[in-house]
Structure formats: C-alpha cells, structure tokens
C-alpha cells in the first residue's frame, strides 16, 4: 500500500483531509523558504485535529530558511522547539543539519537526540545537498542515530524526479531496509503510483499528493 504523506502550511487544508486518503501530515511554516517550524500553537491545534482523524504529525524543526548549517544559538532554539513540538503531541520531528561541507552535522545532530525524548526522526531533504559519492556514508551514520526515514528527491537541483530514478534505487538498495526512503519533489497524485513502481518506494510526500 501506497502511504501518502502530505506537506501542510500551518493549519491550511488540515480540516479537509481524510485518513483514507493521508496517512501522515508534515506540519511546517513558510513554505516558501522550504519549510520552518510552525508555533507551538499551530501544532498543539494541528495534532488535536489529525489525530481524531486518525492522521499522525511530523513537524518541522528548522529555525529559518537559506542553508542548513546553524549556529550554536540556532541549535538551542531548535532543541526547545523540539520539546515544545513534543509537549503540543507530535509524532515525529523532521530536520536536517550539515555542516559547511555538505556533510552531516554529526556533532549537532548528537547534541539535539536527547532532545527527541525517543520520538521518530526523519532527515528532510537537505540530504540532496550532500555529494551523491557520499549520501550511503551519511546514510549509515542517520541509520546508527537512529533516524527512522529520510525525504529525498534525488539531486541538488529542480530537475524532474524522474530523471533521478537510478540514484533513488542505489539508496534504497543500500538502506537494507533499516531505514525508509520517501520520496518528494514533484510528486503529485497523478504520478505518485508510477513513481512507486518505478523507484520501489512506498512512501510519497507533497502538497499535491491528493
């Protein structure tokens, strides 16, 4: 079966949704920038919502738009809004942190695990930023931290999704299943089967995947 996770904007769309047809929401602010973390209320009122339709949250913890490298400031913010997402009933914490060299941050990524309190973490797809030579080695260090997915679309760049089909399925390949690969990035309800089949993952993220 295929899951459907869909990407939301505060609480815009969230009351239309059903669980037949969204398995998961990804709640971010400002979407324009590639997503932030939405205010303790927005998520307090999006999970009540979700989960009485059976709907579960991932939340974005991204201080700001631009790079992904943060600053020791940044990642004590993100550590609260990592507990308050938590305290207002989150299901999961999405974020993605690399250093200078698009690498994995793996200092600052240890120093915000104790922050998860054992909740599910997702690595966004500030993965397609690191080097395609090196995304199995960041991918063997997610899985050792104890990520549970990672969001990928397959390249740095905009080119279409389906031009990164080979590279998708050398990574899910590789993950052995120990940790799940989604893909997003131009995934609509449209191609979202054929995207399945094609890659062999089963789980699709978007804002136009309904």
């Known amino acids: 079966m295929l899951i459907k996770e869909f990407c939301a904007e505060n609480l815009t769309h969230l009351g239309q949704l059903k669980a037949k047809e969204v398995h998961r929401v990804e709640l971010c602010d400002n979407l324009a920038v590639g997503g932030t973390t939405p205010s303790y209320g927005v998520i307090k009122e999006a999970c009540t919502l979700l989960h009485e339709k059976s709907i579960s949250v991932a939340t974005m913890i991204r201080p700001r738009g631009g790079d992904f490298t943060y600053n020791d400031l940044e990642l004590r913010a993100m550590e609260e809004d ?6 207002a009933g989150s299901d999961a914490l ?3 942190i ?3 060299d698009a690498l994995l941050d793996t200092e600052a990524i240890e120093q915000l695990l104790p922050a998860s309190q054992g909740l599910p973490l997702v690595f966004h797809m500030a ?3 690191i080097d395609k030579d090196k995304q199995i080695e960041a991918m ?3 899985i050792s931290y104890g990520f549970e997915r990672i969001l990928i679309h397959g390249s740095k760049d905009n080119q279409s999704i389906y031009n ?11 993950s052995k299943n120990r940790i799940e690969i989604m893909i997003g990035g131009g995934v609509t309800a449209e191609n979202a089967e054929e995207l399945s089949q094609l890659t062999g993952i089963k789980i699709v993220h978007g804002t136009k995947i309904i």
Do not use: C, P, W, Y
Request: proline share 0%; charged share 30%.
């Open 94 to 96: 999405v974020l993605g």
């Open 164 to 174: 990164n089909i080979n590279h998708i399925k050398k990574l899910i390949e590789a």
């Open 82 to 87: 990592m507990l308050k997402a938590i305290e």
């Open 127 to 129: 993965f397609d930023q």
């Open 140 to 142: 063997e260090q997610l």
């Open 98 to 100: 690399l250093t200078k």
